[in-house]
């Protein structure tokens, strides 16, 4: 099976910052991926699919890229609702497996 | 109002069995696929199984394969999950989640409050 990894585990970072979080699947998936934000204590919700496609009503500062084994979330300005941790999940076949997550907080 | 509502879960003995329910209301549930996702506390999420609109196919994560069977009712808009032998490790809150499909790409756009279930004796 694809086993997806996401670096790095966690991140602080300053409101306003770029930040950048990486997923990388052991075999190629195209571009099959999806990650979704969960906000402490809060049911997870998607922000992008097909790798680079926002979810309608997210904002436009996330963005992704990437396919085939490497993939990135950009959040182009970090606000202080960012404060989630975020998974990739590979959508190509079964199994649908997740990320290990990237915690990201306010410094 | 669009929602998934999960129910069933609760404290259970290694080796028990539980049966969690998943109930769609305020859409069309019956073209909709259904994923069951699970976290344990304190952890990241776990893709459990998947359903079809017809139930005619069906995946399972190989930590459940041979334990967990999901199955669905359309005419009650509903999508199960049995549990059996179930271990320590299945302890977590377990959701359902609504995909769907953009051509060739799905995400999940509906999940539930989510149902916990603990596994000890």
């Known amino acids: 099976d694809i086993q997806m990894t996401q670096s790095p585990s966690s991140l602080s970072a300053s409101v306003g910052d770029r930040v950048t979080i990486t997923c990388r699947a052991s075999?190629?998936?195209?571009?099959?991926l999806a990650w979704y934000q969960q906000k402490p204590g809060k049911v997870p919700e998607v922000l992008i699919y097909?790798?680079?496609t926002l979810q309608s009503g997210v904002p436009s500062r996330f963005s992704g890229s990437g396919s085939g084994t490497d993939f990135t979330l950009t959040i182009s300005s970090l606000q202080p609702e960012d404060v989630a941790t975020y998974y990739c999940?590979?959508?190509?076949?079964?199994?649908?497996?997740f990320g290990p997550g990237t915690k990201v907080d306010i410094k | 109002e669009v929602q998934l509502v999960e129910s069933g879960g609760g404290l259970v003995q290694p080796g028990g069995s539980l049966r969690l329910s998943c109930a769609a209301s305020?859409?069309?549930?019956?073209?909709?696929?259904i994923n069951w996702v699970r976290q344990a506390p304190g952890k990241g999420l776990e893709w459990v199984s998947y359903?079809?609109?017809?139930?005619?196919?069906?995946h399972y994560a190989d930590s459940v394969k041979g334990r967990f069977t999901i199955s669905r009712d359309n005419a009650k808009n509903s999508v199960f999950l049995q549990m059996n032998s179930l271990r320590a490790e299945d302890t977590a809150l377990y959701y359902c989640?609504?995909?769907?499909?953009?051509?060739?790409?799905?995400?999940?756009?509906?999940w539930g409050k989510g149902t916990p279930v603990t596994v000890s004796s």
């Open positions: 989640a609504r995909i769907d499909w953009n051509y060739f790409y799905f995400h999940m756009d509906l």
């Open positions: 305020g859409f069309t549930f019956s073209p909709y696929e």
């Open positions: 359903i079809s609109s017809s139930g005619s196919k069906i």
């Open positions: 075999q190629g998936i195209n571009n099959y």
């Open positions: 097909a790798a680079s």
């Open positions: 999940q590979k959508c190509d076949s079964a199994p649908f497996t």
